[in-house]
């Protein structure tokens, strides 16, 4: 099929705006009266607050203070489990955990005041690591510091273990990762009981924020608006941890009364924001002679940290992929997600699986060592083909090929001459050098009922100048969300490139899209833009203002009549679960 937008080279939506050096983050905001906000945090794993003082020097008078006292609604992070507060309230669970915040016109005085704040605390036992949370010894977390648990079984590893010609046995360990998004972590908020919460800033998620916002302040959504300023990259890590943020930048404007900006700088950003789940898998796998796989038995672990946030969906998606993209009878995951006295772990790219893809990569070149097999040859033997069913019971309907794209990867990469090249090199200096190649696949968008749960909407609308609005809650943070909306937006409607726009994510105007993650922005927020603008479409020509074959400024001349003639010229698009 030939497209007319789609898949050309189009200039970026945001482009212009960033060149110019106009686009505005959430620090380049300011407004009459802002103050500037601070948290203050535990400086232990685990304890009790006994005592919390304020130095001397400090005109603590012109400061607002917030504690866990004075939070209005409830003093939890809505998210899946509500088990994180906002505010320390008695005890803390981790290095870093918020106790205290604090704003103050003076950026530099409200520094110096941060460091006059001084807590007592009596430590009380730690888990520090997935060993230590799993021998129960020191419970910090339910009942068996276990957040979450998965076992996924596909026919009996068990019965495999006594016929098999070979059994090669592995451990894989990830640490945690930080995102280094380019912007840190940011929030302006005002707040008050009259008017309700606004806050603008940078995430990824905005109906998230508002839902935590609504439990924080006990307010309905009709009070509390959440706006995406322009975000400077976020890879995961502005989809959870903004709600925390906004939190404390509204509750500071609500007790003070002023507009509160806060903006963590990259050590503070670093140290108390969620990172990649650490991991660690161990293998245990059958294999024939003739280098088949017959079973895999995959124990698979992640690091939560101090509370759940998102691990139970990370842990899904981990274990769902940890089998890889190969062909086996017999395949047994279990797995779970354990809490320990470290700073939350979240959402990153991936979501779980570049975990334990890791560990069956790993794993499956050791398992080809141990058949004497090449990597390669091992893989194609053993990849997933049209007609065979995953580790999760799913069936691949449509072709494809692997194996092929595997070779013309290798080609291209000139593996085969750089393996004998660097070996022979290898041989003479002490400079090493290799090359390697892995094999995955990887789901889009939420796995399981996550997409029909949701249930996303998307609208268009038709404007009075002739151009048209894409309104969804999809966030652009670097990866080019407005520009394939509108492209797709373009190409259906017919219209110039240039004349769709994307508005900006604010929950006061658009309707709830879902989150801007797992890969679901093109495949399932775009196959709702493309709906939209069918039904657009069919209304211009069903009013006869639009025929069935028309160049892109006959569209905008269409789309301008209709707007002057019946008022408003808007369709809208839901989530609807695939047939099959």
């Given amino acids: 099929m030939e497209h007319r937008v789609v898949g050309t080279a189009v200039p970026r939506k945001e482009a212009a705006q960033k060149v110019a050096g106009t686009a505005e983050y959430v620090d380049d905001l300011s407004v009459p009266g802002m103050l500037y906000g601070a948290t203050v945090r535990s ?75 001084f807590i007592e605390y009596d430590p009380l036992p730690s888990v520090f690591t997935m060993e230590e949370a799993l021998s129960g010894e020191c419970v910090i977390w339910g009942e ?56 603008s800033g940078s995430m990824q998620c905005p109906f998230y924020v508002q839902k935590a916002l609504m439990s924080l302040f006990a307010l309905p959504p009709e009070k509390v608006r959440v706006i995406q300023q322009e975000t400077g990259g976020a890879f995961g890590g502005k989809e959870e941890y903004p709600s925390m943020i906004a939190g404390h930048a509204a509750l500071l404007a609500w007790k003070s009364g002023k507009p509160v900006k806060m903006i963590y700088d990259r050590e503070e950003d670093m140290a108390a924001t969620t990172k990649r789940h650490p991991s660690r898998t161990r293998h245990r796998t059958a294999v024939s002679r003739d280098g088949r796989l017959l079973a895999m038995d995959i124990d698979f672990t992640i690091d939560g940290g101090a509370y759940a946030t998102l691990s139970s969906v990370v842990l899904s998606r981990g274990t769902i992929h940890a089998a890889g993209a190969y062909r086996c009878d017999h395949v047994r995951v279990r797995s779970r997600a354990v809490a320990t006295n470290a700073p939350p772990h979240g959402a990153f790219r991936g979501f779980g699986a570049p975990q334990s893809l890791f560990a069956v990569e790993r794993h499956m070149d050791k398992v080809a060592r141990a058949v004497g097999l090449p990597p390669d040859e091992f893989r194609r033997r053993n990849l997933l083909q049209q007609g065979d069913m995953t580790a999760t019971g799913q069936v691949i309907r449509e072709p494809i090929d692997l194996g092929g794209l595997q070779q013309r990867a ?103 899209s879902g989150p801007t993650v797992a890969s679901r922005t093109a495949m399932v927020i775009g196959k709702l833009v493309e709906s939209a603008a069918v039904s657009l479409k069919q209304k211009l020509q069903e009013s006869g203002l639009l025929g069935a074959v028309y160049e892109p400024d006959e569209f905008s001349v269409a789309c301008r009549e209709y707007v002057a003639r019946f008022g408003s010229l808007k369709t809208e698009a839901q989530y609807k679960e695939p047939p099959g």
């Fill in 43 to 117: 400086a232990i794993p685990r304890g009790l607050i006994r005592n919390i003082s304020f130095g001397e020097g400090i005109p603590w008078d012109e400061f607002a203070i917030v504690t866990a006292r004075d939070i209005p609604g409830k003093n939890v992070v809505s998210l899946i489990f509500e088990d994180q507060p906002y505010l320390a309230d008695g005890c803390v669970n981790h290095p870093h955990e918020p106790i205290l915040l604090l704003a103050h016109r003076d950026k530099n005085l409200l520094a110096r005041a941060r460091e006059q704040v």
């Fill in 144 to 199: 068996d510091n276990v957040f979450k648990r998965f076992c996924i079984e596909k026919g009996d590893v068990e019965s495999v273990w006594k016929d098999a010609d070979l059994i090669v046995e592995g451990e894989y360990a990830t640490g945690a990762q930080e995102q280094l998004y380019i912007e840190p972590q940011g929030m302006l908020a005002t707040a008050n009981a009259s008017a309700g919460v606004m806050v």
């Fill in 410 to 512: 290798l080609a291209l990469a000139g593996y085969e001459e750089k393996v004998a090249r660097f070996r022979d090199e290898n041989r003479r200096s002490t400079r090493k050098k290799g090359i390697g190649f892995s094999t995955f696949l990887h789901g889009a968008g939420f796995t399981g009922s996550g997409e029909r749960y949701l249930a996303s909407v998307v609208q268009l609308e038709g404007c009075a100048d002739g151009t048209v609005c894409v309104l969804s809650s999809m966030t652009e943070m670097g990866q080019g969300t407005n520009t394939i909306l509108a492209q797709i937006a373009a190409e259906v409607l017919g219209t110039a490139y240039e004349q769709v726009e994307v508005l900006r994510p604010d929950t006061g105007r658009v309707p709830n």
